[in-house]
């Protein structure tokens, strides 16, 4: 912090369009401000309540409940007169009259140069405010300098240089529900429909909707089709239902074009269709809906910690330092330069209009050029059976291992059809490894696995044992019989641990040094090589959906309550569910419980209660203390509450195995089988077999590890990674929960 006399005061603002996630960084800039002694002030209205000086001091409790709000409590406008150095002027006016220097500023690339301009201009605006007497010199000598930390707020996932802005994680979920509803009903009577989001000038929304609604063919902005794109799409679609699609669903994003500039709208692609197939296609376009809604857990954890940070950021921001940007860059935060930035946001409109729309794309980022070609491969159905090299299909083998993991049907559809197209003979394994040793294999096509995308559960099923030595003859003869060249194994722990066994066993059965791949698929996240595994995002937002109506069961009676998840000893469940439903308290594995513990907490919640407080969350992983159970967390509280509140426990459970996969299980998943192909391809080409491996998205790579380093990685005897990059998240927790300690 700076060695201000006053205590630094700091302003929040929300503008442009309103975005799902705005609430919780509001919630955080606020609460990290009070804990660091920091004043933090809302301007209500955008810049058009900086000029009407709808600037007010918030509180601790103004923020309270705002977590699982769409859009944004402190309001959200456009204004023409911020644009003028007049209207600026009188921003400046108000500002330093309240005593603030520092902003954070959440919106899009305008509101953002807004307020760097602003504060380019700051030191002109104050003198020209103290010359015409409208403020003292003192005041202005005391606030040299604006500083600024933007937070991109943003569905259209826009900004160049981020990988994700606030909002566009719940967009998606809401572009996701509408077409698995449309899905259904396009299936039933064989029908096309055309589905408009929006995205102006950035496809992310479009294309990752189509990704992961399994749509049959995306336009976007950045890539408009080439001519003769009409022709192409119908035949898309005639040869999908040629291979068993009854669905058919065109993606489009509002501000498409063609190469000639003309405008492809939704209307545009519903003609085209009617006049080449006699179809009449129907035209959905999911507008606001998009915008509004609850924050999705993504847009509540990352914004916590974007919030958290960025008040930090300005808060201690020191003379001379330029404007940033806190952008996500592979699930860690990271501080940008705010003009430079923003420049290269604006030049991929340039880029669009110079018909450079490789250098569009390319400024989308690696994972947005490799996504369009998955998905391009993944939605054309393949005419005839193709082959590797020579005549030879090699036989894949994809089977799942460990518990559920919302997403692992998306995953083993990636592969199949991955497989297919590099010319491999793809098979399930009903059941997991012990399907493998009877022989339930079946060989799967394109269209078989059509609408898995979707699909919870696991349509090959799953095995939760870890085969021993007991199990290798067997295993090894079924490999054999079955002329298995490669096996691709989408699950959990389990998984991981026969493919070891078997890794340890190849000397003796040489039918184990075939390419086995482990793709990290499991509710835990505690698997080595990855930062987030299949089906994790799905039950994290279960695990909120969940808590937030227990949370408003509560609101009408004085209760605690403790709330235990999934994870086994892995905490992530845990804390980001902690985080992303606004409790007080996390009990995990990785930081171990005991008596003291309690006996603050307790009188914490004591506390809590004598005040204003209604309701008191806490968050237990289900392994975080063998004897400190829920049952028993709620029995010592009940207990130390001596009547003042009363204490329930809820244990989610299966719950969050079991549901519809989000669109980043589904994205993750394609991404994740694409590389599980490519690796089995590299072995096979190579003729040099490796052996088992296992592979993950680790840091932002797409990565691969040989199984046998399994255990430099992992914590075997507790069966959780060594390194839990998430656990920084933590002290995060505990300063928006206002803990007076932050262990
Ligand atoms: P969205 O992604 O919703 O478009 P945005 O922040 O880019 O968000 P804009 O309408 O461009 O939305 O900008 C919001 C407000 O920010 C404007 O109404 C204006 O007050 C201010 N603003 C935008 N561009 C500038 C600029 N170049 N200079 C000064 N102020 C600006």
Redesign the pocket.
Known sequence: MSDHADPVSLAILT?????PGMNPVVRAVVRTALHVGARPFAIRE???GAIDNLIEPLVWSDVSSILDKGGTVIG????????ERD??RKVAANLVRAGIDRLVVI?????????D??RERWSGLLEELVEAGEIEADLAARHPELHIAGV?????N?MVGTDMTVGTNSALCRIIDAIDALTSTAASHQRVFVVEVMGRRCGYLALMGAMAGGADDVIIPELPPEDGWEDAMCEKIRAGRAAGRRDSIIVVAEGCMDRHGEKITAQRIQAAIKERTGESPRITALGHVQRGGTPSAYDRWMSTLLGYTAALEVIRAEPGEESCIIGIRNNRLQRLPLVETVANTKKVIDYLEEGDYEAAVRSRGTSFSRIKSLFETLSSPLGEDRYFKDGWRPRVAVLHAGGLAPGMNAAARSAVRLGLDRGFEMLGVEGGFPGLIRGDIRPLSWGDVDGWVSLGGAELGTARSVLGIEDYFGLARSIEANGLDAVIMIGGLAGYETAWNMAKEADRYTAFRLPLICVPASIDNNLPGHDLSIGVDTALNTNVETIDKIRRSASASRRCFVVETMGRKCGYLALMSALSTGAEQVYLHETGVDLAMLTKESERMNRAFDGSRSLYLAIRNEDASKYYTADLLRRVFQQEGHGAFSVRSTIIGHQQQGGIPTSYDRTLAVSLAALAIDEVTAQLEKKERVGARYIGQHNGKLESHPIMRMDEEMDMKNRVPLDPWWISALPVLYTVAAREDTS
């Open positions: 503008s442009g369009g309103d975005a955008g810049w058009r959200s406008a456009r204004s023409t007169e911020f644009r209207g600026m919106g899009g690339d305008g509101s953002l140069t807004g307020a301009t602003l991109v707020g943003s569905i259209d826009d």
